[in-house]
T-cell receptor, first 114, second 109 residues
C-alpha cells in the first residue's frame, strides 16, 4: 500500500537553528499538507500546498515557516530560527485529486528544540 | 470554523470489553476520518467514512452525516488498541481537515 514517508523520525536542534523536515507524499497525489501536534494537544493545520504554491495557511504558519517542493517527489517544511515552543510532532499528509478526499499521513517527525 | 467534539475524553477498558467512541461536528462535512495515534505518536488511518458504516476486523465506524455525528466501535479490545483516537472532518466552510481533541483509550490486561 502506498504511504507517505517522513524523515527524520526525530530531530533535536538548538534554539535559533534552522531545521528542514522532509516528506515524500504518495506519488500520484496533488495536494500536500503539514500539521503540527504539540505534546498532549490536538493536531493542528499549518499549511496546504497545491500546484507549487501555498493554498492556505493557518495563523501559526508565520514568516518563520516555509514550504517547498524542490523536485517531483519531496515536500519540505523549513523552520528558521527555531524556538522552544516549536517543539512538537510534525505530520505531513497528502490527498489525491481533491482536497477533501481521504488524507494519508506520514509517521511524523518529532522535533525537540533545546 | 467547524467544531469537532469527541467523547469521552478518556476511557479505561479491560481486555475483551467493547466500547463506543463518539464524534460530533457542527457543520455539514465532505470527509470524516478516524485515526489511531499509537504510543510512538504515529497517526494510523482507521476509516475514511463521510457517511454510512464500515468495518475492519474488530473495529467499525458509522457516520450519520445528517445528524452530524460519527461513532467508532471497538469490540473485544486488546492492549494494542491503547492510544488516542482522533476524529477529523473536512467541511467546505472550513477548507481543511479539523481534528477533535481525541479520546485517550487505555486497555488493561
Amino acid at each position: 500500500e502506498p504511504e507517505v514517508t517522513q524523515t527524520p523520525s526525530h530531530q533535536v536542534t538548538q534554539m535559533g537553528q534552522e531545521v528542514i523536515l522532509r516528506c515524500v507524499p504518495i506519488s500520484n497525489h496533488l495536494y500536500f499538507y503539514w500539521y503540527r501536534q504539540i505534546l498532549g494537544q490536538k493536531v493542528e493545520f499549518l499549511v496546504s500546498f497545491y500546484n507549487n504554491e501555498i493554498s492556505e495557511k493557518s495563523e501559526i504558519f508565520d514568516d518563520q515557516f516555509s514550504v517547498e517542493r524542490p523536485d517531483g517527489s519531496n515536500f519540505t517544511l523549513k523552520i528558521r530560527s527555531t524556538k522552544l515552543e516549536d517543539s512538537a510532532m510534525y505530520f505531513c499528509a497528502s490527498t489525491s485529486w481533491n482536497m477533501n478526499t481521504e488524507a494519508f499521513f506520514g509517521q511524523g517527525t518529532r522535533l525537540t528544540v533545546v | 470554523g467547524i467544531q469537532v467534539e469527541q467523547s469521552p475524553p478518556d476511557l479505561i477498558l479491560q481486555e475483551g470489553a467493547n466500547s463506543t467512541l463518539r464524534c460530533n461536528f457542527s457543520d455539514s462535512v465532505n470527509n470524516l476520518q478516524w485515526f489511531h495515534q499509537n504510543p510512538w505518536g504515529q497517526l494510523i488511518n482507521l476509516f475514511y467514512i463521510p457517511s454510512g458504516t464500515k468495518q475492519n476486523g474488530r473495529l467499525s465506524a458509522t457516520t450519520v452525516a445528517t445528524e452530524r455525528y460519527s461513532l467508532l466501535y471497538i469490540s473485544s479490545s486488546q492492549t494494542t488498541d491503547s492510544g488516542v483516537y482522533f476524529c477529523a472532518v473536512w467541511a467546505d466552510s472550513w477548507g481543511k481537515l479539523q481534528f477533535g481533541a481525541g479520546t485517550q483509550v487505555v486497555v488493561t490486561p
